[in-house]
């Protein structure tokens, strides 16, 4: 079973940056693609941004030009480097990840356990 473990969140002012990490760790995985959602208080979780194992890259309306994703293949690591924030961007962050189980064959879903990002002067 694979596990997600995310890194990076905390208190910043709005303008500020921030750097979210979430690692993959497992046994006989191989990674599909990684991603980021986020959940604010009393809304929906929604989706932030994804990257494939080709390389390509997804973001919603609302962080585009502010937010990159990046990917350490060898390492099974995504980063977001999130730029320009903005209060609406609080939020807890979950790393998201499809991966395919090298006994199973069977591409399964997980989730991180979350972390806390505050945009706030």
């Known amino acids: 079973q694979v596990q997600l473990v995310e890194s990076g969140g905390g208190l910043v002012q709005p303008g500020g940056s921030l750097r979210l990490s979430c690692a993959a760790s497992?046994?006989?995985?191989?990674?599909?693609?990684m991603g980021w959602y986020r959940q604010a208080p009393g809304k929906q979780r929604e989706f932030v941004a994804t990257?494939?194992?080709?390389?390509?890259?997804n973001y919603a309306d609302a962080v585009k030009g502010r937010f990159t994703i990046s990917r350490v293949s060898a390492s099974n690591t995504v980063n977001l480097q999130m730029n320009s924030l903005k209060s609406e961007d609080t939020a807890v962050y979950y790393c998201?990840?499809?991966?395919?189980?090298?006994?199973?064959?069977?591409?399964?879903?997980?989730w991180g356990q979350g972390t806390q990002v505050t945009v706030s002067s």
């Open positions: 998201n990840a499809a991966y395919r189980d090298g006994g199973s064959r069977r591409v399964v879903t997980t």
């Open positions: 497992g046994r006989d995985f191989s990674i599909n693609f």
């Open positions: 990257t494939t194992s080709g390389g390509y890259t």
